[in-house]
C-alpha cells in the first residue's frame, strides 16, 4: 500500500457500475442510467426512424419500450467492457424500429399507432409527460445536421458514433473497404462539425 486514496470508478465503467446496483434492486441506479442514455437514444431513434415509419410511432414510444424491455430483462445482460451497455441500448432500438417497420410492411397500416397504451408508468425515470429532448438546444441541432448528411456517411455515423461498431465491422455492413469508411467517417464528422461550430450553414 502506498497510502494514496482510493481511486474513483473511470467515467468510462460507470455504466457498468449502475447494471450491477439495478441488478440488485436499486432504483436509483434505473434513474441515473435512464438519464445518462435518454438523449443520445432519442437522437438515434429519431434519426433512424425515417419519415414514414415517424407518421405512425412515436419517438419516444420506442425510447420507452426499449427502456421496459431492458428492465425486464436486465438480469439476462452481462456486460462486456465499459461500452457494452451503450451498444447493446443501441441494437435494442435498432430491432424495435425494424420489427415495426415490418409490422407495418405486412398489414399495410397507416395513422399514428402508439408502441403501448402506457408504457411509461413502467420506465423508471420516464415521465406521462410528451417527452424531449432535456438538451434541446444541443440535440435538436444535432438531429438537423444528421438529416442533411448523404445516406452513407449518416450510416456509418450511426455504426460507428452511435452504436460504436470497429471500423472494420462498419466496413463489413457497409460493404466498403476499411480505407473507404474511415475516410468516409471523417468525412460526415467534419462537415458536422463545421455545421455544429456554426462555421457552415445547416
Excluded at 9 to 31: F, M, Q, T, Y
Excluded at 42 to 62: F, K, N, V
Excluded at 132 to 138: A, Q, V
Excluded at 159 to 169: D, G, I, Y
Amino acid at each position: 500500500m502506498d497510502g494514496k486514496p482510493a481511486s474513483p470508478i473511470p467515467e468510462s465503467d460507470v455504466s457498468v457500475e449502475l447494471v450491477r446496483r439495478a441488478k440488485h434492486g436499486d432504483a436509483h441506479a434505473w434513474d441515473a442510467l435512464y438519464l445518462r442514455y435518454r438523449d443520445r437514444l432519442l437522437l438515434y431513434t429519431r434519426c433512424r426512424l425515417g419519415p414514414a415509419l415517424r407518421t405512425r410511432l412515436q419517438s419516444e414510444d420506442i425510447l420507452q419500450s426499449v427502456f421496459k424491455d431492458v428492465v425486464a430483462d436486465i438480469d439476462q445482460f452481462e456486460p462486456e467492457g465499459a461500452d457494452s451497455l451503450n451498444r447493446y441500448l443501441h441494437v435494442c432500438v435498432l430491432n424495435k424500429i425494424r420489427k415495426k417497420f415490418q409490422y407495418f410492411n405486412a398489414k399495410k397500416r397507416a395513422g399514428d399507432i402508439a408502441l403501448t397504451d402506457s408504457i411509461a408508468e413502467d420506465v423508471p425515470g420516464a415521465s406521462q409527460e410528451s417527452l424531449d429532448y432535456w438538451d434541446s438546444e444541443l440535440y435538436e441541432k444535432l438531429e438537423r445536421a444528421i438529416g442533411k448528411l448523404p445516406e452513407a456517411m449518416r450510416e456509418v455515423l450511426f455504426l460507428r458514433a452511435f452504436e460504436n461498431q470497429s471500423n472494420q465491422k462498419a466496413a463489413e455492413v457497409l460493404g466498403k473497404s476499411g480505407d473507404a469508411t474511415s475516410k468516409l467517417y471523417n468525412r460526415a464528422l467534419s462537415r458536422l462539425g463545421l455545421w455544429m461550430s456554426g462555421f457552415a450553414d445547416e
